[in-house]
């Protein structure tokens, strides 16, 4: 069974989107197997969004991020990860289709209910990082 990683952002969870996500989630076949809640802080999101450091729009990334807890998951399955970014839809939620998590809730590219790993490898090294 492969296994993705989710942080449900602070937007998921100031409107009290979490149950729907992780309901979508269960009703396509993936299962929560660790969750916990955590205040993020520089440090893990300058590790976590390394790709992004370099571009302007980084700090309003961090300050969204710190703004309040967020929910991290993993979730198994079979495809976990593909699955996933599928249920989810494209980051940019103006683009993701209705039907899609990001296109049902997410308001543009920041506020997009979720983050999930992209590959295997950035699963392995996600969990890793948020679940020592």
């Keep these: 069974m492969e296994k993705s990683l989710i942080i449900l952002k602070p937007d ?13 989630l269960e009703n396509a076949g993936l299962n929560p197997i660790a969750c916990k809640i955590m205040q993020l802080d520089d440090d893990i999101l300058v590790e976590h969004y390394a790709h992004l450091t370099h571009l302007p729009f980084f700090p309003e990334v ?28 494209p980051t ?27 590959s295997k490898d950035s699963a392995e090294e996600e969990i890793a990082r948020f679940f020592k």
Excluded: W, Y
């Design 92 to 118: 940019d939620s103006q683009k993701a289709p209705a039907g899609t998590i990001r296109g049902d809730f997410g308001l543009d590219k920041t506020h997009n209910i979720a983050h999930a790993s992209d």
């Design 62 to 89: 961090v300050e969204f991020m710190i703004s309040t807890p967020v929910m991290v998951m993993i979730f198994e399955g079979e495809n976990a990860v593909e699955r996933m970014r599928n249920i989810l839809g």
């Design 12 to 24: 998921c969870m100031q409107r009290k989107l979490v149950g729907k996500v992780i309901s979508r």
